[in-house]
Protein backbone atom coordinates (compact mmCIF):
# COMPACT_ATOMS: atom_id res chain seq x y z
CA UNK A 1 0.00 0.00 0.00
CA UNK A 2 1.33 2.99 -1.38
CA UNK A 3 2.22 5.41 1.42
CA UNK A 4 2.50 9.76 1.98
CA UNK A 5 2.88 10.77 5.50
CA UNK A 6 2.80 14.25 7.23
CA UNK A 7 4.02 14.35 10.60
CA UNK A 8 1.20 15.96 12.15
CA UNK A 9 -2.38 16.23 11.78
CA UNK A 10 -2.59 19.26 13.79
CA UNK A 11 -0.41 22.16 14.58
CA UNK A 12 -0.88 24.97 16.70
CA UNK A 13 1.79 27.79 16.21
CA UNK A 14 1.87 31.59 17.41
CA UNK A 15 2.34 34.55 15.11
CA UNK A 16 6.19 34.79 13.80
CA UNK A 17 7.12 31.27 14.85
CA UNK A 18 9.22 29.12 12.49
CA UNK A 19 7.07 26.26 11.77
CA UNK A 20 8.27 23.68 9.57
CA UNK A 21 6.14 20.42 8.20
CA UNK A 22 7.98 17.36 7.12
CA UNK A 23 5.98 14.89 4.49
CA UNK A 24 7.97 11.52 3.89
CA UNK A 25 6.79 9.09 0.13
CA UNK A 26 7.62 5.78 0.26
CA UNK A 27 6.78 5.21 -3.66
CA UNK A 28 10.20 6.39 -4.99
CA UNK A 29 8.26 9.08 -6.61
CA UNK A 30 10.39 11.76 -8.44
CA UNK A 31 8.04 14.55 -7.95
CA UNK A 32 6.55 15.94 -4.62
CA UNK A 33 4.07 18.69 -3.67
CA UNK A 34 2.65 21.26 -1.49
CA UNK A 35 -0.93 22.84 -1.71
CA UNK A 36 -3.12 24.63 0.66
CA UNK A 37 -6.51 23.81 0.54
CA UNK A 38 -9.07 26.47 1.96
CA UNK A 39 -12.78 26.35 1.40
CA UNK A 40 -14.17 28.15 -1.92
CA UNK A 41 -10.37 28.46 -3.24
CA UNK A 42 -9.91 24.52 -3.43
CA UNK A 43 -6.15 22.93 -3.82
CA UNK A 44 -3.61 26.14 -4.28
CA UNK A 45 0.21 24.62 -5.08
CA UNK A 46 2.69 26.32 -2.96
CA UNK A 47 6.15 24.72 -3.97
CA UNK A 48 6.42 21.48 -5.85
CA UNK A 49 9.70 19.83 -6.54
CA UNK A 50 10.74 17.45 -8.96
CA UNK A 51 13.94 16.09 -7.71
CA UNK A 52 16.64 16.39 -5.04
CA UNK A 53 17.58 19.53 -4.48
CA UNK A 54 15.13 20.76 -6.90
CA UNK A 55 12.24 22.93 -6.15
CA UNK A 56 9.68 25.48 -8.51
CA UNK A 57 7.30 28.18 -6.81
CA UNK A 58 3.63 27.19 -7.43
CA UNK A 59 0.52 29.71 -7.35
CA UNK A 60 1.84 31.19 -3.86
CA UNK A 61 4.94 30.80 -2.88
CA UNK A 62 5.23 33.96 -0.58
CA UNK A 63 5.78 33.18 3.15
CA UNK A 64 7.02 29.40 2.25
CA UNK A 65 10.41 27.56 1.68
CA UNK A 66 10.92 23.99 0.63
CA UNK A 67 13.65 21.90 1.28
CA UNK A 68 14.34 18.37 -0.31
CA UNK A 69 17.65 16.92 0.61
CA UNK A 70 16.11 13.08 0.17
CA UNK A 71 14.22 12.31 -2.56
CA UNK A 72 11.58 11.15 -0.15
CA UNK A 73 11.10 14.00 2.22
CA UNK A 74 9.77 17.39 1.64
CA UNK A 75 9.59 20.13 3.40
CA UNK A 76 7.31 22.97 3.81
CA UNK A 77 8.74 25.70 6.15
CA UNK A 78 6.94 28.76 7.40
CA UNK A 79 9.38 31.17 7.77
CA UNK A 80 7.57 33.61 10.46
CA UNK A 81 3.88 32.43 10.28
CA UNK A 82 0.84 34.59 10.65
CA UNK A 83 -2.73 34.53 10.74
CA UNK A 84 -3.79 34.50 7.02
CA UNK A 85 -1.37 31.14 6.93
CA UNK A 86 -3.85 29.34 9.02
CA UNK A 87 -5.38 26.55 7.05
CA UNK A 88 -4.90 22.96 5.90
CA UNK A 89 -1.87 21.73 4.17
CA UNK A 90 -1.59 19.00 2.15
CA UNK A 91 1.49 17.31 0.65
CA UNK A 92 1.18 14.81 -2.18
CA UNK A 93 3.67 12.54 -4.65
CA UNK A 94 3.43 11.11 -7.98
CA UNK A 95 5.62 9.83 -10.83
CA UNK A 96 5.89 12.09 -13.66
CA UNK A 97 2.84 12.49 -14.94
CA UNK A 98 1.23 9.91 -13.30
CA UNK A 99 -1.40 9.89 -10.33
CA UNK A 100 -0.62 11.87 -7.22
CA UNK A 101 -0.81 10.49 -3.73
CA UNK A 102 -1.69 12.51 -0.68
CA UNK A 103 -1.02 12.84 2.79
CA UNK A 104 -3.78 12.52 5.67
CA UNK A 105 -2.84 16.76 5.51
CA UNK A 106 -1.80 19.11 8.11
CA UNK A 107 -4.50 21.81 10.00
CA UNK A 108 -2.13 24.73 10.78
CA UNK A 109 -3.84 27.20 13.13
CA UNK A 110 -1.62 30.64 13.66
CA UNK A 111 -2.60 32.41 16.92
CA UNK B 1 -0.87 29.61 -18.11
CA UNK B 2 -2.29 26.22 -16.81
CA UNK B 3 -5.50 26.62 -15.20
CA UNK B 4 -8.88 24.21 -14.38
CA UNK B 5 -11.80 26.00 -13.57
CA UNK B 6 -15.18 24.20 -11.85
CA UNK B 7 -17.66 26.80 -12.07
CA UNK B 8 -20.17 24.92 -9.18
CA UNK B 9 -19.25 25.16 -5.63
CA UNK B 10 -21.96 23.61 -5.05
CA UNK B 11 -24.37 21.02 -6.52
CA UNK B 12 -27.27 19.64 -5.18
CA UNK B 13 -29.27 16.26 -6.99
CA UNK B 14 -31.94 13.74 -5.80
CA UNK B 15 -30.98 10.18 -5.23
CA UNK B 16 -31.08 8.13 -8.53
CA UNK B 17 -30.61 12.02 -10.69
CA UNK B 18 -28.50 12.11 -13.50
CA UNK B 19 -25.13 14.13 -12.15
CA UNK B 20 -22.71 16.37 -13.94
CA UNK B 21 -19.30 17.96 -12.53
CA UNK B 22 -18.05 20.47 -15.05
CA UNK B 23 -14.17 20.80 -15.15
CA UNK B 24 -12.66 23.82 -18.13
CA UNK B 25 -9.19 23.98 -18.31
CA UNK B 26 -6.61 25.91 -20.31
CA UNK B 27 -3.31 24.51 -21.39
CA UNK B 28 -0.96 24.70 -24.81
CA UNK B 29 0.06 21.16 -24.99
CA UNK B 30 -1.46 17.77 -24.28
CA UNK B 31 -2.46 17.47 -20.46
CA UNK B 32 -3.12 14.68 -18.31
CA UNK B 33 -6.71 15.56 -16.91
CA UNK B 34 -7.37 13.86 -13.53
CA UNK B 35 -10.90 13.51 -10.90
CA UNK B 36 -10.00 13.41 -7.41
CA UNK B 37 -12.73 12.70 -4.73
CA UNK B 38 -12.46 13.83 -1.18
CA UNK B 39 -15.18 11.76 1.46
CA UNK B 40 -16.00 13.46 4.98
CA UNK B 41 -12.96 12.85 7.06
CA UNK B 42 -10.66 11.25 4.67
CA UNK B 43 -7.71 11.82 2.12
CA UNK B 44 -7.74 12.74 -1.28
CA UNK B 45 -7.54 10.56 -3.57
CA UNK B 46 -7.87 9.58 -7.30
CA UNK B 47 -11.27 8.51 -9.17
CA UNK B 48 -10.43 8.33 -12.23
CA UNK B 49 -8.13 9.69 -15.35
CA UNK B 50 -8.87 10.62 -18.62
CA UNK B 51 -6.08 8.30 -20.05
CA UNK B 52 -7.31 4.86 -18.41
CA UNK B 53 -10.78 5.70 -20.57
CA UNK B 54 -12.36 3.72 -17.07
CA UNK B 55 -15.87 3.72 -15.14
CA UNK B 56 -14.85 4.06 -11.63
CA UNK B 57 -18.32 3.80 -9.28
CA UNK B 58 -20.17 4.32 -12.07
CA UNK B 59 -18.79 7.77 -12.64
CA UNK B 60 -17.16 8.20 -16.06
CA UNK B 61 -15.54 11.08 -18.06
CA UNK B 62 -14.24 12.32 -21.94
CA UNK B 63 -11.90 14.83 -22.48
CA UNK B 64 -12.74 17.00 -25.77
CA UNK B 65 -10.04 19.04 -27.00
CA UNK B 66 -12.06 21.09 -28.77
CA UNK B 67 -13.77 22.88 -25.75
CA UNK B 68 -10.90 21.71 -23.17
CA UNK B 69 -13.00 20.36 -21.03
CA UNK B 70 -13.16 17.47 -18.78
CA UNK B 71 -16.52 17.01 -17.41
CA UNK B 72 -17.92 14.04 -14.86
CA UNK B 73 -20.46 12.11 -15.05
CA UNK B 74 -22.74 9.72 -13.34
CA UNK B 75 -26.04 8.31 -14.74
CA UNK B 76 -27.74 7.46 -11.53
CA UNK B 77 -26.44 9.31 -8.22
CA UNK B 78 -26.51 7.81 -5.15
CA UNK B 79 -26.03 8.83 -1.59
CA UNK B 80 -22.45 7.98 -1.02
CA UNK B 81 -21.57 9.75 -3.79
CA UNK B 82 -21.84 12.99 -1.82
CA UNK B 83 -18.07 14.33 -1.46
CA UNK B 84 -15.59 17.09 -2.66
CA UNK B 85 -14.20 16.51 -5.86
CA UNK B 86 -11.90 18.07 -7.44
CA UNK B 87 -10.76 18.29 -11.45
CA UNK B 88 -6.49 18.55 -12.36
CA UNK B 89 -4.36 19.02 -14.73
CA UNK B 90 -0.90 17.48 -15.12
CA UNK B 91 1.87 17.43 -17.71
CA UNK B 92 4.74 15.47 -18.06
CA UNK B 93 6.69 18.66 -19.31
CA UNK B 94 5.90 21.27 -16.56
CA UNK B 95 5.81 18.22 -14.03
CA UNK B 96 3.11 20.80 -12.25
CA UNK B 97 -0.12 19.42 -11.05
CA UNK B 98 -2.81 22.07 -11.29
CA UNK B 99 -6.11 21.35 -9.44
CA UNK B 100 -9.30 23.52 -9.57
CA UNK B 101 -11.51 24.95 -7.23
CA UNK B 102 -13.53 21.61 -6.76
CA UNK B 103 -17.45 21.36 -6.41
CA UNK B 104 -19.11 19.94 -3.47
CA UNK B 105 -21.80 17.19 -4.56
CA UNK B 106 -24.48 16.58 -2.01
CA UNK B 107 -27.08 13.85 -2.81
CA UNK B 108 -30.69 14.31 -1.13
CA UNK B 109 -32.43 10.98 -0.16
Known amino acids: DVKVTQSSRYLVKRTGEKVFLECVQDMDHENMFWYRQDPGLGLRLIYFSYDVKMKEKGDIPEGYSVSREKKERFSLILESASTNQTSMYLC??????????FGQGTRLTVV | AQRVTQPEKLLSVFKGAPVELKCNYS??????LFWYVQYSRQRLQLLLRHISRESIKGFTADLNKGETSFHLKKPFAQEEDSAMYYC???????????FGTGTRLKVLA
Open chain 1, 92 to 101: ASSAIGQEAF
Open chain 2, 88 to 98: ALSNSGTYKYI
Open chain 2, 27 to 32: YSGSPE
